[in-house]
């Protein structure tokens, strides 16, 4: 079921491994890193569906962003 990441962080996880995929670069690279100011998060980037898709193939993440401007992107 969903955590919350104070629900993750009172179990004694470090931190939050995310995936951001955005196409727009600027909104991607400030809201990427926002989100690793925040806590201990690991924030992976990709930068349009295909490559989220490819990331997430490889490996496993904790939460997904997605702010593409329409879900038909992955």
Excluded: C, M, W, Y
């Excluded at 980037?45 to 702010?67: N, P």
């Amino acid at each position: 079921f969903p955590v919350t990441i104070r629900q993750h962080r009172q179990a004694g996880g470090n931190g939050v491994n995310i995936l951001f995929a955005e196409d727009q670069a600027i909104l991607r690279s400030t809201l990427a890193t926002l989100l690793r100011l925040l806590g201990q998060h690991q924030v992976v980037e990709a930068e349009d569906g295909q490559q989220a898709k490819q990331l997430l193939r490889q490996q496993s993440f904790d939460l997904l962003f997605e702010l593409f401007s329409g879900l038909d992107s992955f």
